[in-house]
């Protein structure tokens, strides 16, 4: 029989229990400010993640525009396709699915079936950025087989229109539609946008909730930005540069910047070869490409990665604003401009005398003439690009008053262009240029052995023609809202006042006479009707020496005009020419005159032609076909054209060359008077080489007109080094041959 609790007994049970009830009440009560109060946040978080599914919508990226409003770069709609493994029905589905889409979109099969066996995922993309082609092809895949696991969703495409035009300024933008180099960088924050997204409810099951459980959020889409860059005066600068390359077998790439030198403005800015931002991992050298292939059916696996990855990074960098180099005579306009603005030297009546070289702290420092050019002013120093007078003249500045101009014209630092990847200058310190030897400064004040960026050396020297102003240099002119409203206009912007404004006209006034006279060491630059101011540079690459010898050089050319006031300035450089003249003068004064040429003609600047150059200028061949013979002679005479008649008619049946094109005065024009049966084309002969007057007689006896650009064919040490149409090309006879003649002993 059992023994009944005692009194005590319940004391005890009473108590266990009390205190059973106790710690499990505190227990879930500590568990609930756990789970409410101290991580109620987190597990709010787990749980919308569970709950919710959101899908992004793209911002569309702002355009980018040339200074007139010519789409640059813009964004066009594509779509991305995605499926939802969830929401396959059964393997047969994923099946369908892998067959049609692989085809259509061209992805490997097995990857959408592996995509595809992720049950657990709503979101699985396929293939970005189709064209809406594709993409209606996709469409009615899935609307002919009533498929509700593949999905398309909208999204932007970077395009530029004008393929690689300005590609190094504009860079490009990556995967995820971010800029990588160039404006599209520097501004991504500006035309990226910000994204919009879809939240979606879904169930227990994975399923989406009806519609009031979804919550939209717009994108919305970034803003345009408008350049300096002008699309023609870029092209003008690129299809002179892509000549340049080829003609001088350039093997580092060439670089060229136009500028306004009253506001900083840029109108162009290039390095060739370049990319196509369309396709920025193709690489746009044809030698590079050559040497992949090469490597590739080589089997050189890494050795290819390695040259491709160089290769894409190279063709990336801006030249101009990421590359320093030496700038050589070119520098002379700075060493000139400190030295008139500190008035240690005067225009005439102030004499060097140049032997071929000086000695500095020693060491024998030569000039590029070695016979020398003896006794010279300082407008003959700078007409002839004289090294040991330039020397002279940096002793006479002094090291001190040297350095200062040099920091005042901003070669101490960035210009803080708006584009990234400006690189630093190399310039001595104080402390070594001002050596007792004086050698650093003697190297330094003709360009040489300090490094400076090409858009350092286009900034300081506008401030050296401008008035004295050195200008920040910039590419943005306006941002724009995504309904065209100006947010924002960059105004130009004075730096400081580096010379007197006297001087300013002084220089400018010096360096005319580099282009207009003929004995300047930049008379290949000369245009007629425009007065045109510039300075040569060959500098030696004393950095990449080959047994200790100099074996690189980099050419280049400074012009701006007009000279009397200054407006635009062009700076070309070819690094590492590969001829046998690779003087800057040679080789580069051309193509600046050139790109003047094009740029100030379509500016609307009007020529104004002395007398010498109105004799000399071509005329435009009326149109004399239909006339009477001696109509045409009389119309061809009073332009300063002659004549030859082929046939016995009465009447001018044809005439070469035809109405309209350009011919030099003294040329002979073609009348046909009756139908040739013979050919009236014949092969151009090979001038290249010869001197003026033999390169006139072997054209002239061929049958075709000579037009002669350069220096004129009367000169004894003229030579033709180019020719067009090319020699065994055939061409009409009494057409115009255009023969380029340089001085075979020109440099500078």
């Known amino acids: 029989?059992?023994?009944?609790?005692?009194?005590?007994?319940?004391?005890?049970?009473?108590?266990?229990?009390?205190?059973?009830?106790?710690?499990?009440?505190?227990?879930?009560?500590?568990?609930?400010?756990?789970?409410?109060?101290?991580?109620?946040?987190?597990?709010?978080?787990?749980?919308?993640?569970?709950?919710?599914?959101?899908?992004?919508?793209?911002?569309?990226?702002?355009?980018?525009?040339?200074?007139?409003?010519?789409?640059?770069?813009?964004?066009?709609?594509?779509?991305?396709?995605?499926?939802?493994?969830?929401?396959?029905?059964?393997?047969?589905?994923?099946?369908?699915?892998?067959?049609?889409?692989?085809?259509?979109?061209?992805?490997?099969?097995?990857?959408?079936?592996?995509?595809?066996?992720?049950?657990?995922?709503?979101?699985?993309?396929?293939?970005?950025?189709?064209?809406?082609?594709?993409?209606?092809?996709?469409?009615?895949?899935?609307?002919?087989?009533?498929?509700?696991?593949?999905?398309?969703?909208?999204?932007?495409?970077?395009?530029?229109?004008?393929?690689?035009?300005?590609?190094?300024?504009?860079?490009?933008?990556?995967?995820?539609?971010?800029?990588?180099?160039?404006?599209?960088?520097?501004?991504?924050?500006?035309?990226?946008?910000?994204?919009?997204?879809?939240?979606?409810?879904?169930?227990?099951?994975?399923?989406?909730?009806?519609?009031?459980?979804?919550?939209?959020?717009?994108?919305?889409?970034?803003?345009?930005?408008?350049?300096?860059?002008?699309?023609?005066?870029?092209?003008?600068?690129?299809?002179?540069?892509?000549?340049?390359?080829?003609?001088?077998?350039?093997?580092?790439?060439?670089?060229?910047?136009?500028?306004?030198?009253?506001?900083?403005?840029?109108?162009?800015?290039?390095?060739?070869?370049?990319?196509?931002?369309?396709?920025?991992?193709?690489?746009?050298?044809?030698?590079?490409?050559?040497?992949?292939?090469?490597?590739?059916?080589?089997?050189?696996?890494?050795?290819?990665?390695?040259?491709?990855?160089?290769?894409?990074?190279?063709?990336?960098?801006?030249?101009?604003?990421?590359?320093?180099?030496?700038?050589?005579?070119?520098?002379?306009?700075?060493?000139?401009?400190?030295?008139?603005?500190?008035?240690?030297?005067?225009?005439?009546?102030?004499?060097?005398?140049?032997?071929?070289?000086?000695?500095?702290?020693?060491?024998?420092?030569?000039c590029w003439k070695t016979a020398g050019h003896g006794t010279i002013d300082f407008t003959q120093a700078i007409k002839f690009s004289c090294n040991p007078a330039f020397m002279m003249v940096g002793a006479r500045i002094g090291a001190v008053s040297f350095y200062n101009y040099v920091d005042c014209f901003g070669f101490l630092e960035p210009t803080k262009i708006d584009l990234p990847g400006e690189a630093d200058s190399y310039f001595y310190p104080l402390s070594l240029l001002a050596k007792e030897s004086g050698e650093e400064l003697a190297s330094s004040s003709f360009g040489q052995t300090f490094k400076v960026t090409p858009i350092q050396l286009i900034t300081a020297a506008s401030a050296a023609v401008n008035g004295g102003k050195l200008m920040q240099p910039f590419v943005v002119k306006q941002v724009l809202d995504p309904e065209g409203n100006v947010i924002s206009t960059t105004q130009s912007q004075e730096k400081r006042q580096v010379i007197a404004q006297g001087t300013s006209k002084r220089i400018a006034s010096l360096l005319e006479h580099v282009v207009k006279d003929p004995d300047g060491s930049g008379k290949y630059a000369y245009i007629p009707g425009y007065r045109v101011g510039g300075k040569t540079g060959t500098s030696e690459k004393l950095d990449k020496k080959v047994e200790g010898q100099v074996a690189y050089r980099v050419a280049s050319f400074l012009g701006f005009a007009p000279a009397d006031d200054p407006e635009i300035m062009v700076l070309v450089l070819l690094d590492e020419p590969h001829m046998q003249n690779i003087y800057g003068s040679v080789i580069a004064a051309p193509v600046v005159g050139g790109i003047l040429s094009d740029i100030l003609s379509y500016l609307g600047v009007e020529p104004q032609y002395t007398e010498s150059e109105l004799a000399a200028l071509d005329v435009s061949v009326p149109y004399v076909t239909d006339s009477m013979i001696h109509d045409a002679q009389s119309k061809l005479t009073a332009l300063g054209l002659k004549n030859k008649v082929i046939g016995s008619g009465t009447k001018v049946l044809k005439q070469i060359p035809g109405s309209g094109q350009p011919m030099p005065k003294g040329g002979t024009v073609l009348l046909y008077t009756q139908e040739e049966k013979k050919d009236t084309k014949a092969q151009v002969p090979n001038v290249v080489g010869m001197s003026g007057q033999q390169a006139n007689k072997a054209i002239l006896n061929a049958g075709f007109n000579i037009k002669i650009m350069g220096i004129g064919i009367e000169k004894s040490t003229s030579v033709a080094t180019k020719q067009t149409p090319a020699a065994g090309e055939s061409a009409e006879l009494g057409s115009v041959i255009t023969v380029q003649f340089l001085d075979k002993e020109a440099a500078g």
Not at 120 to 140: C, F, G, P, Q, W
Not at 265 to 284: C, S
């Open 1 to 366: 029989m059992a023994k009944a609790p005692t009194n005590k007994m319940r004391i005890r049970m009473n108590f266990v229990l009390t205190v059973i009830l106790v710690v499990g009440f505190a227990t879930l009560i500590f568990r609930l400010y756990q789970i409410q109060i101290r991580d109620g946040q987190n597990y709010q978080k787990l749980a919308l993640e569970q709950q919710l599914r959101s899908t992004t919508i793209s911002a569309k990226r702002g355009s980018i525009f040339d200074r007139n409003m010519k789409t640059l770069a813009a964004s066009a709609t594509v779509w991305t396709v995605f499926i939802s493994p969830a929401q396959i029905a059964d393997e047969a589905e994923l099946s369908l699915i892998a067959d049609k889409l692989s085809v259509i979109l061209e992805v490997d099969r097995q990857t959408i079936i592996d995509r595809g066996k992720n049950k657990k995922s709503y979101y699985e993309i396929i293939k970005n950025k189709i064209e809406k082609t594709v993409a209606d092809k996709v469409t009615r895949f899935v609307l002919e087989n009533n498929i509700k696991s593949v999905n398309l969703e909208e999204d932007t495409k970077r395009y530029y229109p004008y393929g690689s035009l300005a590609s190094t300024v504009l860079g490009f933008t990556g995967s995820e539609n971010k800029g990588a180099y160039g404006v599209e960088s520097y501004y991504d924050k500006f035309l990226s946008g910000t994204p919009g997204m879809v939240v979606s409810a879904k169930n227990a099951k994975g399923a989406d909730m009806p519609f009031r459980y979804q919550q939209l959020y717009d994108p919305q889409d970034g803003n345009s930005v408008v350049l300096t860059i002008d699309e023609v005066v870029q092209h003008f600068l690129e299809k002179h540069l892509e000549t340049a390359v080829v003609e001088h077998n350039v093997q580092n790439r060439a670089a060229g910047i136009v500028m306004n030198v009253k506001t900083g403005e840029i109108l162009g800015m290039a390095t060739k070869p370049d990319f196509d931002p369309n396709q920025p991992l193709v690489i746009g050298d044809k030698n590079i490409t050559a040497q992949l292939t090469k490597l590739k059916a080589n089997g050189e696996e890494e050795a290819y990665n390695s040259l491709l990855r160089q290769a894409q990074f190279d063709q990336w960098r801006n030249k101009a604003i990421s590359d320093p180099y030496e700038p050589g005579s070119v520098f002379k306009i700075i060493t000139a401009s400190t030295a008139l603005d500190l008035n240690v030297v005067k225009e005439t009546g102030d004499y060097f005398t140049c032997p071929g070289y000086l000695v500095v702290a020693g060491r024998r420092k030569a």
